[in-house]
């Protein structure tokens, strides 16, 4: 059993700033990918981010190429999602997740979900 907690949101201004923190605890054992998904209000769940354990290989949604860096600390089981120049499409509560297989971009490829981080882009 994996357990993930998120850290990090808030609110901010366009074209600020925020990093995400997804603290993983248990026996991670099985995990090869981490990976940042949000939902908006009235939206379904979008991927954002992934990124492989052991490599840092990482791949991103189009919409998020060039601002987002997604990256890795594993002496802490810590995974980072650095947020820049965001805008107020960028408002959604974004979910850390883990699971086994490598970098999927489904929601339904991971097998761990955290409770979500409020993101919050005023214009």
């Known amino acids: 059993q994996v357990h993930l907690v998120e850290s990090g949101g808030g609110l901010v201004q366009t074209g600020g700033s925020l990093r995400l923190s997804c603290g993983a605890s248990?026996?991670?054992?099985?995990?090869?990918?981490m990976a940042w998904f949000r939902q908006a209000p009235g939206k379904e769940r979008e991927f954002v981010a992934a990124?492989?354990?052991?490599?840092?290989?990482?791949r991103y949604a189009d919409f998020v190429k060039g601002r987002f860096t997604m990256s890795k600390d594993n002496a802490k089981n810590t995974a980072l999602l650095e947020m820049n120049a965001l805008t107020p499409d960028d408002t959604a509560v974004y979910y850390c997740?883990?699971?086994?297989?490598?970098?999927?971009?489904?929601?339904?490829?991971?097998?761990?979900w955290g409770q979500g981080t409020q993101v919050t882009v005023s214009s």
């Open positions: 248990g026996r991670p054992f099985n995990i090869l990918s």
């Open positions: 997740a883990a699971g086994p297989r490598v970098v999927p971009t489904t929601s339904s490829e991971y097998d761990y």
């Open positions: 990124i492989m354990w052991r490599h840092g290989s990482a």
